[in-house]
T-cell receptor
Framework: DAKTTQPNSMESNEEEPVHLPCNHS???????IHWYRQLPSQGPEYVIH???SNVNNRMASLAIAEDRKSSTLILHRATLRDAAVYYC??????????FGAGTRLTVKP | GAGVSQSPSNKVTEKGKDVELRCDPI?????LYWYRQSLGQGLEFLIY????????KSGLPSDRFSAERTGGSVSTLTIQRTQQEDSAVYLC??????????????FGPGTRLTVL
């Protein structure tokens, strides 16, 4: 499976945008890029996913590099509730998600 | 509609005892997954079901672990002769179809297992 690399932790101020990076230089043509997040004491929840084009939904935006070797999850206005561990995962032909360590996002009031 | 539910929410057991963890997926979801998460760690994939069959059991850590799914719905994860290293949060997820192609997973709240 292609692997992803994320920073261990990031900090943001409340109501400011947050850009969470993910490197996936060995991505294959059929791999989707998924983002999940895990709030404290909860199971992970889906955030967004994409293949080639940038994606927007009510939670976030996903910017995918033209060569697909990296992507960025964008939270447009961070709130305290957005403090969580964010996981970037590639999935092509497998039937499970191989979660790494993710990025722990701290949001400061 | 209802999300993925798991029971019990917490389970404390003594070393050597057997435990059963239950997962009720979202109605209509054909795929079901089990993961475990040790304290402060990421998720570890255990097993995947498509319908009632488990094409991928590669993540089960030992032969003390088994899982079944009946009627294409409820799944039970059984751990025999529990050990202290089995202590973790066991998470279940379901998806409408296969993950390949972009289907998302919906996770339950997890069962926190503590083996004394």
């Amino acid at each position: 499976d292609a692997k992803t690399t994320q920073p261990n932790s990031m900090e943001s101020n409340e109501e400011e945008p947050v850009h969470l990076p993910c490197n996936h230089s060995t991505i294959s043509g059929t791999d989707y890029i998924h983002w999940y997040r895990q709030l404290p004491s909860q199971g992970p929840e889906y955030v967004i996913h994409g293949l080639t084009s940038n994606v927007n939904n009510r939670m976030a935006s996903l910017a995918i590099a033209e060569d697909r070797k990296s992507s960025t999850l964008i939270l447009h206005r961070a709130t305290l509730r957005d403090a969580a561990v964010y996981y970037c995962i590639l999935n092509g032909n497998n039937n499970d998600m191989r979660f790494g360590a993710g990025t722990r996002l701290t949001v400061k009031p | 509609g209802a999300g993925v539910s798991q029971s019990p929410s917490n389970k404390v057991t003594e070393k050597g005892k057997d435990v059963e963890l239950r997962c009720d997926p979202i109605s209509g979801h054909t795929a079901l997954y089990w993961y475990r998460q040790s304290l402060g760690q990421g998720l570890e994939f255990l097993i995947y079901f498509q319908g009632n069959s488990a094409p991928d059991k590669s993540g089960l850590p030992s032969d003390r672990f088994s899982a079944e799914r009946t009627g294409g719905s409820v799944s039970t994860l059984t751990i025999q002769r529990t050990q202290q290293e089995d202590s973790a949060v066991y998470l279940c997820a379901s998806s409408l179809g296969r993950l390949a192609g972009g289907n998302e997973q919906f996770f339950g709240p997890g069962t926190r297992l503590t083996v004394l």
